[in-house]
């Protein structure tokens, strides 16, 4: 009960500040500053605004406020260094409050109040989904930060974390090659498990791999005994763990507790790093294995000073993961695209951004134009007892983005 | 064949629990009437307190026995300090308890988010409590976590002593004689008030004790409370008012239920099919299970 009344609190709020931020862009609108091509930047100045949309409260909270905090390691990195294009950046900060409605106001806000040259932040698919619309209106330019489900290529998004193809695809093939038979899925009640399970379906399909089982339990759920017998009494090979946030805890306990190993039957997940292992608890992860783009422990000079920044800046005890990464490297792209293009305007910007390479923590990366997602490293870890995660396979060079899978005969199936 | 009595077991695991976090609220909503939606609430300070000792002592085991009686004293101060500021101001105008008390349960989940962040956090179970059992050995072995051993060895003696204090103490003849007939109870010089109050701080001690067995089966956060208010409040409402006896088959009852469903279908599948048995069962029985016979006209 308690959790439906705010927001009927909230809908009468949110329509009000709507109108409050309609209003405040329709008197922007007389001085001509907006035109039918959307909402322009405002790039007058010694100083450009860029807006960070993440969640600094609520359930999401944990992971978006590291994404948040890289972002602006960033910032503070090209601001140092003389700015883009002559200008300093000015970030200007919105909490999404792991709301989606909220998110899509907060989007309007920075593009048509503060005029941002563009904006990064947004975790899960929800977020995503909310904002789209209010960047493709106004033609101002979203850097997602986060792996996602792929079937989705806005023009107006650069998506810089993994695409099904560069992180659910490898950790299959990764399982197939240990001649791994069957597997058991384990999901979050949501969006993003159930469009993975359907690739992974449709690939296990097509591979001779059996899927024994596929259960869901519901986003914050904390009782997984039903479930763990299940995935013992299935005697799968392996199990592909996507489910999100806390649940995970749970699971894990429970998963222990049945008397599960990793040696038994390891489990893979994708939306585990090493900031969620932490939480967890290092005990009830040892060797169970994740699939990500990224690890702290990543070998490179780059990725070396890109931890010991970190740390610098935020404390000795916190670790890097491939969100944040992902997020911190989306912003050196832009820049890199703004400086290519020699303009703010997210046309040009668009247009200036294929093949821009950037020297990544986790290896070059580079933008391809057509579908504005990333060229990335597929990396299958191994968690240690210490919380971090060991590279144990990796697919050697990046893979081309294919968020579609229409490289993929067995996917022909999928929409 | 041992998956059905691992099932079985998983059954009786999340009875317990349920009836853990009932347990408490049998008393305060049960017996004495009173709609605390703060009871979730309670139940958290008590996985807090846990969580804090654990903080302090750094001994997981040391602290989670430490933790049972601590939050069992946190959670019934808070209890009978709501009791003396708000709900005895209110007895008899049950709506308007349940707006307070629910008030009074943001707050305490504001507090929680304000002094302990807004992200969950965990305690480390101890190293005797993270293993397995094995019941039965061979190909196919049957094994039972210890963590639920223990929770259902806390649930059963929690049970045991608050039915030996109802039944055998002075405190629990004026409990029973309050609930029966507060007017009678009064004018043969019971001090109603002052069996409210500890029957209220019993209650919600309760719930602390709860909060502490939770510990070792999920995160602790915020809005925990919020979560298992609901399963708390069905189990009370269809064992039946003012009987333990009926709180303590529901639980099982409910958890083998849960368990048998979950197993043949999904888990969301299995929360509506448990959800629609009990709207059915509340048509053909609206008292619940057992009722309170009593010669009170109220």
């Known amino acids: 009960m308690s959790r439906y009344f705010p927001r009927r609190v909230a809908a009468p709020a949110v329509a009000l500040s709507a109108a409050m931020v309609l209003s405040a862009c329709g008197a922007k609108t007389d001085t001509g500053s907006s035109t039918a091509k959307g909402v322009e930047a405002d790039t007058s100045g010694d100083t450009v605004k860029v807006g960070l949309l993440n ?14 905090d890289s972002i602006r390691l960033a910032i503070d990195e090209i601001n140092a ?30 593009i048509k109040e503060d005029r941002v040259v563009a904006t990064f932040g947004c975790w899960t698919s929800a977020s995503r989904k909310a904002v789209k619309p209010v960047f493709e209106k106004s033609r101002s330019l979203l850097f997602y930060p986060v792996q996602y489900e792929g079937l989705e290529q806005s023009p107006y998004i650069f998506y810089a974390g993994a695409t099904t193809n560069q992180q659910i695809v490898p950790a299959l093939d990764y399982l197939k090659s240990q001649g ?30 059996k899927v024994l089982g596929e259960d869901y339990a519901p986003l914050g759920s904390t009782e997984f005994s039903t479930i763990a017998n299940k995935v013992k009494a299935a005697k799968a090979d392996a199990v592909f763990n996507t489910l999100n946030g806390d649940s995970n805890v749970a699971f894990f306990k429970e998963y222990k507790s049945a008397g599960l190993t990793a040696p038994k039957m390891p489990v893979v997940s994708v939306s585990i790093a090493e900031e969620e292992v932490k939480s967890i608890g290092p005990q009830y992860l040892k060797d169970q294995l994740t699939s990500w783009n990224y690890y702290q422990t990543t070998k490179g000079a780059k990725n070396t000073a890109f931890v010991k920044a970190y740390k610098a800046k935020y404390g000795k005890d916190k670790p890097t993961s491939d969100p944040m990464e992902a997020a911190y490297t989306s912003v050196h792209l832009w820049k890199a695209m703004v400086e290519k293009a020699k303009s703010f305007d997210p046309e040009k910007v668009k247009a200036a951004a294929d093949g821009v390479t950037y020297a990544a ?23 240690g007892a210490d919380g971090l995660i060991e590279q144990i396979w990796d697919s050697g060079k990046p893979i081309e983005p294919d968020p579609y899978l229409k490289g993929y005969d067995w996917a022909s199936g999928l929409s | ?83 003396w500021l708000l709900i005895r101001r209110l007895y008899l105008r049950p709506l308007d308890t349940l707006l307070v ?9 504001q507090l929680a988010r304000d002094v302990f962040g807004a992200p969950n956090v965990q305690t480390r179970a101890p190293e005797l409590l993270t293993g397995n059992v094995t019941l039965i050995g061979g190909d196919d072995p049957l094994t039972v976590a210890n963590s639920r051993l223990f929770i259902l060895g806390l649930a059963l003696a929690a049970v045991a002593a608050l039915a030996l204090v109802l039944a055998l103490t002075p405190l629990g003849r004026r409990i029973r004689a309050v609930v029966q007939n507060r ?74 239920l849960q368990a048998v469903l979950e197993y043949s279908t999904t888990v969301s599948v299995a929360k509506v099919l448990v959800l629609v048995g009990i709207v059915a069962f509340l048509q053909w029985r609206p008292q619940g299970l057992y009722t309170l016979r009593t010669r009170s006209l109220v």
């Open chain 2, 183 to 256: 007017d009678l109870a009064e004018v043969s010089g019971i001090s109603t008030a002052r069996v409210d109050r500890t029957a209220f701080f019993v209650g919600s001690g309760l719930a602390g004790v709860a909060g502490v067995a939770l510990t070792l089966v999920g995160p602790i956060g915020p809005t925990m409370g919020t979560n298992i208010i609901i399963d708390a409040f069905l189990v009370v409402v269809v064992g039946g008012l003012g009987r333990l006896k009926g709180t303590v088959i529901t639980a099982f009852v409910l958890g083998v």
């Open chain 1, 81 to 110: 260094d003389g700015g883009v294009l002559g200008k300093k950046i000015r970030p200007v900060g919105e909490d999404g409050a792991s709301d989606w409605p909220t998110f899509a106001e907060k989007a309007g806000k920075l």
């Open chain 2, 1 to 83: 064949m041992t998956v059905i009595l691992g099932q079985s077991f998983t059954g009786i695991s999340i009875g317990a629990v349920l009836l853990l976090i009932a347990l408490g609220l049998s008393l305060t909503f049960g017996q004495m009437g009173v709609i605390n939606m703060a009871h979730g609430e309670f139940i958290m300070a008590g996985a807090y307190t846990t969580y804090v000792l654990q903080k302090a002592l750094g001994d997981a085991g040391l602290s989670l026995l430490l933790a049972l009686p601590v939050a069992f004293a946190v959670a019934g101060t808070l209890g009978a300090l709501l009791e």
């Open chain 2, 101 to 109: 008390t629910w008030g009074v349960s943001l707050m305490l989940q």
């Open chain 1, 180 to 209: 791994k038979k069957s597997i058991y899925l384990v999901g979050s009640d949501y969006v993003f498990p159930r469009t993975a399970n359907k690739v992974i379906k449709a690939y296990a399909k097509a591979n001779g791999m």
């Open chain 1, 55 to 68: 969640s600094l409260s609520g359930t999401m909270a944990i992971s978006e406020v590291t994404v948040r």
């Open chain 1, 361 to 383: 923590p986790e290896g070059e990366v580079t933008v391809d134009g057509p579908t504005q997602h990333i060229h990335k490293t597929a990396r299958i870890g191994r968690i």
